[in-house]
């Protein structure tokens, strides 16, 4: 993936695991460039966020992330995080 492009990736959310078991599944290792590309000190929107897995990894790296999701299951579940 070149810089300054983020290739489309098929994210699924998974109900009721954790971060650390988010970590060791596929969809972790398609973002982990996202990640990256993120870097620190941002404000980030994350649009259809599920479960918040995303967010709190952004998060977790010294960024400021909303999370906005349409799922009731997903918001409750990203709240806990």
């Known amino acids: 993936m070149r810089k300054g492009k983020i290739e489309r990736a ?3 959310y998974i109900s009721g695991i954790s971060i650390d078991e988010y970590k060791k599944s596929n969809d972790y ?3 982990r ?3 990256e590309l993120c870097g620190t000190g941002h404000k980030i929107l994350d649009i259809g966020s599920g479960g918040g897995y995303i967010g709190s ?5 010294g960024n400021d992330v909303t999370c906005l999701d349409l799922q009731e299951e997903a918001v409750r579940d990203a709240r806990k995080k």
């Open 29 to 31: 290792k398609k973002m």
């Open 57 to 61: 990894i952004i998060k977790d790296n």
């Open 10 to 12: 098929q994210l699924h």
């Open 33 to 35: 460039k996202l990640f």
